[in-house]
């Protein structure tokens, strides 16, 4: 197991290829719904890019990761197909879920994407169920159940502590801590600590700086590589910040005045290319190549999407069971 | 033809696809009962002693005790049928759904929707319930039609040995989510059931009885009430069709509707209370599909809108009855109810 900061070159531009990637997406989709072409909401990643990106890379298709209803960022970072994201977003019928899931139950199970989802703190279960379907056929994949600082006071995810203790699993729980539930900061609805909450059931964890890929993902192969050898779950306790509201239209009145500009002094991005920069671990061409590739994609899968048809009447019913 | 109870027959359905299939497992608070205690690992087989035997035959990694937390392991075995097992997870009382109605309502039901047909979710949950025993308010509920209403779910009530062995092997192998009916006073009937596995479809009626004069639709342990208060009002020269729709969901609503096609009367007896309930929906149906064939307005038999009360001289009124189910009959068919006293 290698440290974040002795990856190659090309890993390196991997690694920044899925942040920037999540944060180019998540800019593109704030002008789309901005522009009246995405129904429903959306709930940006923007500034948590690190999270997704730190663990996802440390993951294969057989993983399995469980997302919460901000799950663009883990489904970009888990390599889902970005035009197909877009289309789903907008409802088209080629979309990943053709149309039927919408940004908040985006997913691809291909892929190890086991789904946005709507109920907060829903996922716990669902991956330590994905973790017991690795552990009983002896596949050594592992699972991660992402949940935030709200999520983490849901029945679901305790419980999800005890049983994931008890049977060993292969487990990750990622507390996804950007300070806010909602409008209701953590500090007003979190008690006690994740880390001393996940020890008190016997589980190993860590607190990280959220802005630092390089923290994120050594302590996330640190723990990633425990489940595979069977030493059961960990928690990752992630702290950073997001840049939006908690959806698309929240004005955020409940954040302090330079609250966001003081956290944006601490983009992840910049924490990346700084340290990949000054260590002249990659050139700056090549991060730039990377960001001209990424916006292109976004701009070519924007167009798609929008000369992507609809569903038709016909698929309002279809996929409500395998055979009815 | 051998003769095995309601609970052997689910045993030896969950036994025989468990040797089919490795994939199947089951978990459960209790359903070994005794894992990780200094005595008999295997003490109880479940709660109601359905899965007797399983531990011990097919050991820890198949037959798991939960900890008493469904949200967790109701979700895990949603997680887990949806990424390559065949888990039979047991809710121990259909009362306690309230815990984790979530994981089945807005996860395993919806995966395949929401997914857009690329998630498969080949989920057993078995649950108990009814009236009986004294179990009071929060352990004698009949909440089928709450997850019949939910799309993706499939809902089987088995009224019979026979049917409970023949629609678990069908819940096993069907690859949505199947939530299974066992009404613990049937636990203990008898009846003849074949050694070799065997599958029941779902949404198909089975006819009991063949009659001239009132439809009586039942379910789960209504169903041999039926029969007893059908047998006995042909004495009065009245003929009855008994159906038994084996699955709430999907239902087989063309049966039902061309049994009353012949009698034109139709009576619904439900163990659940009746608001929104099974009864009230087949009665809808009927009435929307098959308004011109009724001589007369459907009747339900039901427990009343009330909870499920303790007292051994308050019980027995809660629950449908076999004189009420006659009287009925004698109702929908305009006639005179019987004279008990005399």
């Known amino acids: ?324 | 033809m051998p003769r095995k109870s309601y609970r052997q027959a689910i045993n030896e359905a969950l036994r025989q696809e468990m040797e089919r299939d490795p994939s199947v497992i089951l978990m459960g608070e209790d359903v070994s009962g005794g894992t990780g205690a200094p005595g008999e690992q295997d003490a109880w087989g479940g709660p109601f002693g359905v899965t007797k035997g399983l531990y011990t035959k097919f050991g820890p990694d198949r037959v798991l005790d939960t900890h008493i937390a469904e949200v967790s392991y109701i979700g895990a075995a949603v997680g887990a049928a949806a990424t390559g097992l065949r888990p039979v997870a047991d809710l121990m009382y259909v009362d306690f759904i309230g815990t984790c109605l979530d994981q089945l309502m807005n996860q395993a039901a919806k995966f395949r929707y929401m997914f857009g047909g690329k998630a498969t979710t080949p989920l057993v949950v078995r649950t108990s319930y009814g009236v009986g025993g004294n179990g009071a308010a929060q352990h004698s509920q009949a909440l089928y039609p709450i997850l019949t209403h939910i799309p993706g779910l499939k809902v089987v009530l088995p009224s019979s040995p026979y049917e409970a062995k023949g629609l678990m092997i069908q819940a096993i192998r069907d690859n949505d989510p199947v939530i299974f009916f066992e009404n613990r006073a049937l636990y203990d009937t008898m009846g003849e059931v074949p050694d070799e596995p065997y599958s029941i479809p779902f949404g198909q009626a089975n006819v009991l009885k063949e009659g001239d004069d009132v439809t009586i639709v039942a379910f789960g342990r209504m169903v041999s009430f039926a029969l007893t208060a059908a047998e006995s009002v042909q004495k009065l020269g009245i003929s009855c069709t008994v159906v038994d729709p084996r699955t709430t969901s999907p239902l087989d609503v063309e049966t039902i509707l061309e049994t009353v096609a012949e009698t034109g009367r139709l009576v619904v007896v439900d163990e659940a209370t009746p608001r929104c309930s099974m009864a009230t929906d087949i009665v809808s149906l009927v009435s929307t599909n098959g308004f011109a064939t009724l001589k007369a307005a459907p009747k339900i038999v039901s427990a009343p809108h009330s909870p499920v009360p303790f007292s051994t001289a308050l019980e027995p009124l809660y629950l449908p009855s076999v004189e009420k189910i006659e009287a009925a009959i004698l109702a929908v068919l305009d006639k005179a109810p019987i004279n008990n006293a005399a």
């Open chain 1, 1 to 324: 197991m290698i440290a974040a900061i002795q990856l190659n070159r090309s890993e390196l531009l991997d690694a920044y290829e899925r942040m920037f990637a999540i944060r180019t997406f998540e800019e593109t989709m704030r002008r789309e719904f901005a522009a009246g072409s995405i129904p429903g909401t959306v709930h940006l990643y923007c500034g948590e890019e690190a999270s997704a990106a730190g663990i996802c890379m440390l993951l294969q298709h057989g993983d399995m990761i469980a997302s919460t209803h901000r799950g663009h960022g883990h489904c970009v970072a888990k390599g889902c197909d970005i035009e197909g994201m877009v289309k789903e977003i907008m409802g088209r019928r080629d979309g990943l879920c053709g149309g039927k899931g919408g940004s908040l139950h985006i997913a691809d199970l291909t892929k190890g994407m086991l789904g946005a989802n709507g109920i907060v703190g829903a996922g716990g279960p669902l991956a330590c169920g994905a973790a017991l379907t690795a552990k009983l056929k002896g596949t050594k994949d592992v699972s991660v159940a992402f949940y935030g600082d709200g999520g983490s006071n849901q029945g679901a995810i305790l419980e999800s502590y005890n049983l994931a203790r008890l049977w060993n699993l292969p487990v990750i729980f990622v507390v996804e801590d950007n300070g806010y539930a909602e409008a209701t900061p953590s500090g007003w609805a979190v008690s006690g600590s994740q880390v001393r909450r996940a020890n008190a059931f016997d589980i190993p964890a860590a607190e990280v700086d959220g802005n630092d890929f390089f923290q994120v993902y050594d302590t996330a192969a640190e723990m990633i590589e425990r489940a595979r050898e069977g030493g059961g779950p960990s928690l990752l306790h992630i702290k950073f910040t997001r840049f939006y509201g908690h959806f698309e239209g929240d004005a955020q009145t409940y954040r302090g005045k330079d609250e966001v500009a003081e956290a944006r002094k601490r983009d992840p991005l910049d924490v990346f290319r700084n340290r990949v920069l000054d260590a002249a671990l990659l050139e700056r061409s090549e991060l730039e190549a990377v960001e001209g590739k990424i916006k292109a994609l976004l701009e070519d899968a924007v167009i798609a999407a929008k000369n992507s048809p609809f569903p038709d009447e016909a698929d309002l019913l279809t996929d409500v069971y395998v055979e009815y």
